[in-house]
Structure formats: structure tokens, C-alpha cells
Antibody, heavy 120, light 108 residues
Framework: EVQLVESGGGLVQPGGSLRLSCVAS????????LVWVRQAPGKGLEWVST????????YYADSVKGRFTVSRDNSKNTLYLQMNSLRAEDTALYYC?????????????WGQGTLVTVSS | EIVLTQSPGTLSLSPGERATLSCRAS???????LAWYQQKVGQAPRLLIH???NRATGIPDRFSGSGSGTDFTLTITRLEPEDFAVYYC?????????FGGGTKLEIK
């Protein structure tokens, strides 16, 4: 069974930085694109970033472009999200998720999320 | 950016009834690349449908998806108690990837 386990969330002041991690298991890690999706408290889902299986191609939502950087280490089956210049509106539960087969960008497995709170 | 509008915002039904959830796109979704997710309180979303009408692995056949272009529907026949949750649609035909605002399916 596919497992995705996020970590690294916490309380950070506005303007601060945080790095999230997502450790994956039970699938051929480097063959799949991975994404970060966030959910603000009581709100809906928002796609944040995607990285291809090789790690060579990345995409970002306009709301985080220039502040967040997605990366992966295929030798460690781990996905990362470096978040800089954090704002109050970045407060959310951050999920990592695995893309579907054949590069289709729906998300067939999700972690349980890690909570990021940006507040002074 | 494709905006997805889900309706109704809240749907109140009883177990055993049929639920029809709508997802309307602001422009045509390329290749029927439309997915549906179920999210229960305190849990991560779960993929139900991809490609507008293809059930994900392990999803009961009471869940079905249909539609193309700008209008998509998720139908749940014979609601079970565990089906009461929030449902989201997502388009993956063009960037940026976008989600609808969700429909809350609650017990009447």
C-alpha cells in the first residue's frame, strides 16, 4: 500500500522559513510526479506545486511562485517543499500527493498532512 | 485559469437516497481530465473518479462520474452513512491545476 508521510510543519513568524518533507514508500518513486496541495483551516483545496519524477520539471501556483521551492531526492524517496518569506495566508495543512498513472495529474494517494501556522 | 464551480454548496439527503453533485468549468476541460475526491472530517482527500468517469481502485460502483466540456456530474446512488462528506472536483487538463470549492453532503 502506498504511503506518504509529511513532516516539518510548525509555527513560524511572518517572513520566516520552513522546509516540509514527505517520505514515500511502496511505489516506484522516481516514476511518478508528486505534488503539494494545501488546505487553509475550514477552506477548500489549493494546488501549490508539482515536480516531475526526474525532478527536472517544476510548476508553482502564482500565490507561491518565487517564495516556495519544490525538490525531491529519489535516492531517499523523499519530497521537499522549501517555504520562504512566509505570510499569514500560507497558514494551512499541507498535503503531499502522488500523481496518477501515465503522467495524468490527478492525485491517487495522499499523505495525512502537516500543519503550517504563520503568526507572530 | 479554469475556475470550477460546484453546486449545490450543501446537499441534505437521507441514507438510501440518490445524490447528484455538479461541477461546472469556466472553460472547456481538455481531454475530460476531471477528477472527483471525497474528504471526510479530519482525513485527507480520497480519489474517487478520474478522467470524468473512471472509478479509482477500490471505489464502490454506487459512485459514478459523467460529463464533458464544461459540465460534469458525480452521482452516488443509494447513499450509505459513510458517504456523508465533502466532495471536490479538480481539473488537470491545463495549468494551473484547480479545484472546485466543494459540496458538503450532509445527513438530512
Amino acid at each position: 500500500e502506498v504511503q506518504l508521510v509529511e513532516s516539518g510543519g510548525g509555527l513560524v513568524q511572518p517572513g520566516g522559513s520552513l522546509r516540509l518533507s514527505c517520505v514515500a514508500s511502496a511505489f516506484s518513486f522516481s516514476n511518478y510526479g508528486l505534488v503539494w496541495v494545501r488546505q487553509a483551516p475550514g477552506k477548500g483545496l489549493e494546488w501549490v506545486s508539482t515536480i516531475s519524477g526526474s525532478g527536472f520539471t517544476t510548476y508553482y501556483a502564482d500565490s507561491v511562485k518565487g517564495r516556495f521551492t519544490v525538490s525531491r531526492d529519489n535516492s531517499k524517496n523523499t519530497l521537499y517543499l522549501q517555504m520562504n518569506s512566509l505570510r499569514a495566508e500560507d497558514t494551512a495543512l499541507y498535503y503531499c500527493a502522488k500523481e496518477g498513472a501515465y503522467g495524468h495529474r490527478y492525485f491517487d494517494s495522499w499523505g495525512q498532512g502537516t500543519l503550517v501556522t504563520v503568526s507572530s | 485559469e479554469i475556475v470550477l464551480t460546484q453546486s449545490p454548496g450543501t446537499l441534505s439527503l437521507s441514507p438510501g437516497e440518490r445524490a447528484t453533485l455538479s461541477c461546472r468549468a469556466s472553460q472547456s476541460v481538455s481531454g475530460t481530465y476531471l477528477a472527483w475526491y471525497q474528504q471526510k472530517v479530519g482525513q485527507a482527500p480520497r480519489l474517487l473518479i478520474h478522467g470524468a468517469s473512471n472509478r479509482a481502485t477500490g471505489i464502490p460502483d454506487r459512485f459514478s462520474g459523467s460529463g464533458s466540456g464544461t459540465d460534469f456530474t458525480l452521482t452516488i446512488t443509494r447513499l450509505e452513512p459513510e458517504d456523508f462528506a465533502v466532495y471536490y472536483c479538480q481539473q488537470y487538463g491545463s495549468s494551473p491545476l484547480t479545484f472546485g470549492g466543494g459540496t458538503k453532503l450532509e445527513i438530512k
